[in-house]
T-cell receptor, first 109, second 114 residues
Framework: NAGVTQTPKFQVLKTGQSMTLQCAQD?????MYWYRQDPGMGLRLIYY???????DKGEVPNGYNVSRLNKREFSLRLESAAPSQTSVYFC????????FGPGTRLLVL | GQQLNQSPQSMFIQEGEDVSMNCTSS?????WLWYKQDPGEGPVLLIA?????ELTSNGRLTAQFGITRKDSFLNISASIPSDVGIYFC??????????????FGTGTLLAVQP
């Protein structure tokens, strides 16, 4: 997990609240990804950014927005959280392969 | 969305035993990767495979890229308690889109009894 940091580590929200998950990498990679991990589902791609200034939808983008603030930072925003968004969220930075952050554990009540 | 079929879902073994898990797909993949996830952490890359038939080792771990390009396996020899975790296969499919997109398996939970 070296080089990819995520904040916060844990978060509890009420339905309808908003929050932003932060991710930063110091490996000078162009591509960054956001995944969610649910039991029995593996990791599913939410959004990705192939380079600074570009973002694209992944497999499960509904209910999320992203911002590639600069080359280092890629944030994920939940505008109106729903219980179905309870999950563990991983950010990844992509060089010759994908390096994952430690994850953000989100509970939506 | 596509996911890889990974088996077994879980394994409970004694320390010292060998372990084997595999991953299959209905379509061709260009790369296969094996990750390990420790509790409360993100996945960490163990082995990367880039061509059909490739057999690669990393210590007690050995992985192979299937000849058909639709499967891969991971073997762990002489398991130890710190091998505990969830193992994920992942791969880059051979169809259009962002070349760095990974498809993940559903994971194999490994428990090792000392």
């Amino acid at each position: 997990n070296a080089g990819v940091t995520q904040t916060p580590k844990f978060q509890v929200l009420k339905t309808g609240q908003s929050m932003t998950l932060q991710c930063a990498q110091d490996m000078n990679h162009n591509s960054m990804y956001w995944y969610r991990q649910d039991p029995g589902m593996g990791l599913r791609l939410i959004y990705y950014s192939a380079s600074e200034g570009t973002t694209d939808k992944g497999e499960v983008p509904n209910g999320y927005n992203v911002s590639r603030l600069n080359k280092r930072e890629f944030s994920l925003r939940l505008e109106s959280a729903a219980p179905s968004q309870t999950s563990v969220y991983f950010c990844a930075s992509v060089g010759e392969t994908q390096y994952f952050g430690p994850g953000t554990r989100l509970l939506v009540l | 969305g596509q996911q890889l079929n990974q088996s077994p879902q879980s394994m409970f073994i004694q320390e010292g035993e060998d372990v084997s898990m595999n991953c299959t797909s209905s379509s061709i993949f260009n790369t296969w990767l094996w990750y390990k996830q420790d509790p409360g952490e993100g996945p960490v890359l163990l082995i990367a495979l880039y061509k059909a038939g490739e057999l690669t080792s990393n210590g007690r771990l050995t992985a192979q890229f299937g000849i058909t390009r639709k499967d891969s396996f991971l073997n762990i020899s002489a398991s130890i308690p710190s091998d505990v975790g969830i193992y994920f296969c992942a791969g880059h499919p051979n169809y259009g889109g962002a070349t760095n997109k990974l498809i993940f398996g559903t994971g194999t939970l490994l428990a090792v009894q000392p």
